[in-house]
């Protein structure tokens, strides 16, 4: 049951995620992609898991989310990126296979660079014309 539920979840969220991928304001994607759309997954998730009486329920589902948020995010960020994408925009397979260390290690850091853009942001004084 949790392979059939999370192949066909994945693959209608992966092609919404594709569709909108692009979509501005980012922070509205975002809360739709990483809030909204997950916790239907994961409660969904949860039920089908309740209903098999699965052990360990509550830490199940508390590890599925942690994921959940973070390989959602890295498949949006590299669709934004061109990589994981289908139809006339894709790039072939293998050059996105290849592309992943690059696209981990720009996902890793945009923490960081998020930290610096808002430091510089916050310290930097106004410039007066």
């Known amino acids: ?13 992966a092609a919404f995620t594709e569709a909108v991928r692009d979509a501005v304001p980012e922070s509205i994607v975002a809360i739709l992609l990483l809030i909204v759309l997950l916790a239907i997954a ?8 309740y209903a098999m009486r699965t052990p360990n329920l509550v830490a199940g589902v508390s590890a599925s989310l942690v994921v959940s948020v973070l390989s959602s995010a890295f498949n949006w ?8 994408v289908v139809g006339p925009a894709a790039r072939p397979f293998a050059s996105d296979i290849a592309a992943l260390p690059l696209l981990l290690a720009r996902f890793l850091w945009q923490p960081f660079r998020w930290l610096r853009r808002a430091r510089k ?6 410039v007066e014309e």
Not at 42 to 47: E, R, T
């Open 42 to 49: 994961l409660v969904l998730d949860a039920l089908l898991h």
């Open 77 to 84: 960020d590299s669709m934004q990126r061109g990589a994981l």
């Open 1 to 13: 049951m949790e392979a059939v539920f999370s192949a066909t979840f994945a693959g209608v969220y």
């Open 121 to 126: 942001t916050i310290c930097e004084p106004a």
